[in-house]
Structures are given as structure tokens and as C-alpha cells.
């Protein structure tokens, strides 16, 4: 979970509007961060310039006394192996910085000219200066690019109005993450695949499908399409340079909003799953039904705003926000996912035992399955946190090209867990005796007339099934996660677990 609030990515790039003020003595920096260079992106990915071009004009408000003062403004345009020290390298003013190679850096300088006179609120006399600015930098190797504005000599504020754009060999996408684009387009694949084998199961057995299935088929609804919109989102984005905040284009906010649902459903399908709805038993206690139904509503909530948060944030191009991870607004939903987590690992842990109690021992199969995949993928993905908490400390070296992995790798456990529930719960000929039945104890004495083709009650696999009561009694309220048992100690094993 601590990974969760590592992963936001710092600034994106594309085409953003600028509408800043130039402080007295001090410059004004963007950064792109990472960028790859003209014509030598990422492998598999279109070729073509890179570049960081400026476009707008800045203004002055000069004291009449201070007429034709000797300023002008100055871009500075910066690449630097060891981005963390980008500002310390930026020269003070009409001046390249050392020790950088001169194709890694360029000065862009334009001298304001008067516009007009006019009187401030405090009643001061001040004359109007404005200079255009449009320069290009083409960047022809990969590395940490800044972007900074002054007024030389810095004796005056300046306001600035414009656009940046940053521009990768491949489209407008920032370098470090241009990894979005073909994780997504794989994802989109790899959800229609299984949704198509799901619904497929689902109309060849469509006799035996039980509500379950049903949610099993919605969430994999949701995640196809929000995979879909995403890569829709990003590929308008990174062809056309559409800021991806604010206010929200149409296709992120279709995006985020199948996304918030899909993060949602999946943990409360899973959770349903655990409690063991649909095979161990056909519903679910009133009482758990209302706590998962208030949990699932607060994760909604919290999921929204650390997403918008998120999404604001990374925003923001200017290089003192670059770092900054909005921690306070992932409070809520890290909280949540803790309490859903906690009360999937109980309720797992419970029906295994149950199960195993009863020598349920073809159901007990099919949580032992899941158990050891969800156990499988929290144990990589504590070690990749261990990893990308060691990078953010500077114990690990992470490439830059690959960062975009920190960020994909809760989908890729998202996705892996869905898949191993539509597996393992796919609707079959016997999914109806699977709820709405009891196995018989493996220690029956007469366990050797399971199976066969005489047993009409057995099912693939000889596990033989016995009929529950045709009206299934209330669920006792004092039972483990609503698993009654007091049924099975009287000897109507039969009825209830």
C-alpha cells in the first residue's frame, strides 16, 4: 500500500498555457523532466522531433522614472545528465551555463519595447513594456530538460502569458511515461480476451449461471472499457498535445470515471468471493450485505478524490511542484484499501477453514486456488514495493525509460487476480450444485458410491453432491461471516455449512 503513494508521476507534458508572474531577481523555471531525443525514442514507438518551444509575451510595468531601462527578457533552455541539480546550473543571466555541451543548451533573448503609460491602483506612473516570444529548441539527446524565464538585469516583476510545449520523438506524452500507451493498448487486449472467454462459459452453461457470474461479467465489463477509454485518452493526448488537466478533456474524465468504478467493484467482487457468495452458500447475511454496500460506497468516495487529486497535481509543470505527491488526499482511500484487504484476508481465511472443517473438499479446491494466487502476488508485490522504495531512496537504480512500471504494476495484480477468479469461478454444468448443494464427507462409509454414472447428484469430477432443503433457512446471526454451522452439528449437514 505505501507503494500506492509513490507512484504519482511528478509533472506531464504537453501543451500548457502560462500565465505566471517573473518574481524581482528571480527566473521562472518548467520542467519536462526526462525527454528522449529527435528521432531516437523508445523502440516500436514512431520516430520524429523533439523539441521545447515557447510562444506567448511578457510584460512590464516600468516606474516613469526608470524610463528605457536596459532589460530584457532571456529563456534558457538546459539539459542535464543529473536533473536534481538543474537549478543550481541555470546561470544567473545573459550567460550559458558551464561545462554543458552547447547542443544541450540554448539562451533566447528578447528586449521589451513601450507600449503606453499608465497609473496603478496606488496612484504610481508606470510605463508599459512588452516583448513576443516564439523560439524552438530542438532536443537532440535524451536527458533532464528545464526551461528557465528572467528579466535581466531582474530588478523588475514580469508577467508572463503563453504556452510551453514539450514534445517527445513520439507525440506529446512525457518520456518517462510513454509506457501508457502500449500497456494500455496490451491491457485492452488482455480484458477482452477474458471477458470473451468468461461470456463464453457463460452462454454455453447459461442453465447453471448463478448471480455471481453475473457480477463476475459486469466487473469485466468495466475494466474493458475503462482500458479502452485510457488508450483512447492517451492517444488523443499524445497526437494533439490536449493538456490532461484542467479543465478534464472528455476522454479523461470517461477514463478516470471507469477507472474509480473498476477499482471499486473488483475489491467488492473479491470480498463477496472470500465470503464465499455463491458457492458456500447462495446469499449473503443482511448485516454483512449493509457493511459491504457502506464500504464499497466510502471507497467510491475516496477513490474519487485521490484520483482528481492525483490527476490535478501531476498538472502542474512548474519545477517547485514537480515532487510534490499529494499524501494527505491517499490518506482515505489507503485506509480503505487496509480495511478491505484486512476483511478479505479474514474472510478467506475463514471459509478455508470451514470448508476444511466440513471436508467440503472440491470447494475447499477452489479457495485454496485462490488463496495461493492472491498470496503469490502479494509476495512479488511487496518485493517490487521493496524495490521502488529503495529507488526513491536512492539504494536502487531504476532506469528512467522504465519508471512507468512503478505505476502500471497494481493493474497487472488487479488483472491477475480477476483472471484467476473468472477462472476458477467459471460458470460450469454443476455451478447450481455448487451453491445450492453439499458435498459429502470424504469419510462417509459410504463414500465408494460417489461418481459414476448411476449417481445423478455427482459431478464431473465424482465429487458427489446432496441436495440441500428446497427453502434455505434464514443464516444464523451468531455465524462466522454468516456460515451457519449449527445445521451441520445437528445433522442436517446437508442444509447448511
Known amino acids: 500500500l505505501l507503494a500506492l503513494a509513490l507512484w504519482a508521476p511528478s509533472a506531464w507534458a504537453f501543451k500548457y498555457r502560462l500565465h505566471d508572474v517573473v518574481d524581482v531577481d528571480k527566473q521562472l523555471i518548467f520542467t519536462e523532466r526526462h525527454m528522449f531525443g529527435t528521432n531516437a525514442g523508445p523502440e516500436m514507438m514512431p520516430q520524429g522531433e523533439a523539441f521545447i518551444q515557447v510562444d506567448g509575451r511578457v510584460t512590464y510595468e516600468v516606474p516613469k522614472l526608470d524610463a528605457h531601462p536596459a532589460i530584457n527578457v532571456s529563456i534558457m533552455f538546459l539539459g542535464l545528465d543529473d536533473g536534481e541539480g538543474s537549478e543550481k546550473a541555470m546561470p544567473l543571466c545573459d550567460e550559458l551555463a558551464e561545462g554543458v555541451p552547447s547542443f544541450m543548451q540554448d539562451l533566447y533573448r528578447s528586449r521589451p519595447e513601450p507600449v503606453g503609460d499608465m497609473t496603478l491602483e496606488d496612484g504610481t506612473q508606470v510605463t508599459q513594456y512588452k516583448a513576443h516570444i516564439h523560439h524552438k529548441f530542438r532536443v537532440q ?128 467482487l473479491l470480498l463477496l468471493v472470500c465470503l464465499g457468495y455463491g458457492i458456500v452458500r447462495p446469499k449473503i447475511h443482511s448485516v454483512e450485505m449493509a457493511a459491504v454496500v457502506i464500504l464499497t ?135 447450481k450444485m455448487l451453491s445450492y448443494m453439499s458435498q459429502l464427507p470424504t469419510t462417509d462409509p459410504d463414500d465408494d458410491m460417489a461418481g459414476g454414472p448411476d449417481n445423478p447428484w455427482a459431478d464431473d469430477d465424482g465429487v458427489e453432491m446432496q441436495r440441500r432443503f428446497d427453502e434455505l433457512p434464514a443464516l444464523d446471526d451468531d455465524s462466522e461471516f454468516g456460515l451457519g454451522e449449527s445445521g451441520a452439528r445437528d445433522g442436517h449437514g446437508a442444509d447448511e455449512y
Open 297 to 431: 460506497g466510502l471507497y467510491l468516495l475516496a477513490s474519487t478524490v485521490d484520483v482528481v487529486s492525483q490527476i490535478v497535481t501531476e498538472s502542474n509543470v512548474h519545477s517547485e511542484a514537480a515532487d510534490d505527491v499529494p499524501l494527505g488526499w491517499q490518506v482515505p482511500v489507503l485506509f480503505m484499501d487496509i480495511i478491505f484487504l484486512s476483511w478479505i484476508y479474514l474472510a478467506l481465511s475463514s471459509t478455508v477453514r470451514i470448508l476444511g472443517e466440513y471436508q467440503q473438499t472440491y470447494k475447499l479446491l477452489m479457495y485454496k486456488r485462490l488463496a495461493a494466487v492472491i498470496g503469490a502476488f502479494v509476495a512479488l508485490f511487496s518485493l517490487l514495493t521493496v524495490l521502488m522504495l529503495g529507488y526513491r531512496a536512492g539504494w536502487v537504480s531504476w532506469p528512467w525509460e522504465w519508471v512507468w512500471v512503478q505505476a502500471v504494476l497494481w493493474e497487472i495484480l488487479n488483472f491477475g487476480v480477476l483472471a484467476a477468479v473468472s477462472f476458477i469461478w467459471r460458470p460450469s454444468d454443476t455451478s
Open 141 to 268: 539527446q535524451k536527458s533532464w530538460y528545464s526551461v528557465a524565464f528572467r528579466t535581466c538585469p531582474g530588478l523588475y516583476k514580469a508577467k508572463l502569458v503563453g504556452e510551453i510545449t514539450f514534445r517527445n520523438p513520439y507525440g506529446y506524452l512525457p518520456g518517462m511515461f510513454y509506457g501508457y500507451l502500449p500497456f494500455e493498448a496490451t491491457r485492452m487486449i488482455a480484458f477482452l480476451l477474458l471477458g470473451a472467454m468468461f461470456l463464453y462459459f457463460t452462454l454455453r452453461h447459461s442453465d447453471s449461471v448463478l448471480p455471481l457470474h453475473h457480477g463476475i461479467l459486469a466487473v469485466l465489463a468495466i475494466a474493458e472499457v475503462e482500458s479502452i477509454t485510457w488508450f483512447i485518452a492517451y492517444t488523443v493526448m499524445n497526437k494533439t498535445g490536449q493538456v490532461y488537466c484542467c479543465p478534464f478533456p472528455p476522454e479523461v474524465i470517461a477514463a478516470m470515471s471507469f477507472e474509480i468504478l473498476r477499482r471499486t467493484f473488483s475489491r467488492t
